[in-house]
């Protein structure tokens, strides 16, 4: 059996993709997961042989929960799921150790059929994604731009963005500034929106 684990918020999606994974006969979903950080909980209670990971989830994204998971069990193999095809998501989730992306829209025997292979030491990714994300090249900001656009995107002020980063109000203001400039946006909201368009945050 492959003992796997189901890291997705929406519990109604959650659910029918435990029932469709449950009726396949050597696939046995040993847990499950609302967010992020639950999902790394659950992995290291379950210790699955393949952890399925949405993207986009409270607390802690499901790229940020596969690098923990791929540091605690090197073994386990991560399939993301996403209903965004962001290049700039396939691209960290390919730094994070993934060995899947799929889009939630594929059909339901591609998830089946792309568990068993990355349980065989396959990759799996959309093609159409791939190209994509080839096409668009890497991301151009840096770490901590990341951070302080990510930290911007919910309309924080210039003060709240530095106390919650532990930075000082210039140094958020450079990162800014550098992050419009690197995103070719005229203000930080363009921004913070290309940049989540991109699937860089």
Request: net charge neutral.
């Amino acid at each position: 059996m492959i003992r796997i684990i189901l890291a997705e918020d929406q519990a109604m999606v959650r659910g029918a993709l435990v029932t469709l994974l449950g009726l396949e006969d050597d696939i046995e979903v040993v847990g499950e997961a609302a967010s992020g950080p639950e999902a790394v909980a659950v992995a290291r209670k379950t210790e699955p042989d393949v952890a399925l990971l949405d993207v986009e989830m409270p607390g802690g994204d499901g790229i940020t929960a596969a690098e923990e998971i791929r540091r605690m069990l090197p073994g386990c193999r991560v399939v993301i799921l996403t209903t965004f095809g962001r290049p700039g998501y396939l691209r960290r989730a390919m730094e994070a150790g993934a060995a899947a992306f799929l889009v939630k829209d594929s059909p339901a025997r591609e998830l089946a059929a792309a568990v068993r292979r990355v349980r065989a030491g396959e990759r799996v990714i959309d093609p159409g994604l791939a190209a994509a994300a080839l096409s668009a090249g890497p991301n151009p900001l840096s770490g901590r731009e990341r951070d302080v656009l990510a930290a911007a995107a919910d309309g924080s002020t210039i003060a709240d963005i530095a106390a919650r980063l532990h930075l000082s109000e210039g140094t958020v203001r450079n990162y800014l500034s550098s992050a419009i400039g690197k995103t070719r946006t005229r203000n930080r909201v363009e921004a913070v929106r290309h940049a989540q368009a991109q699937g860089w945050l």
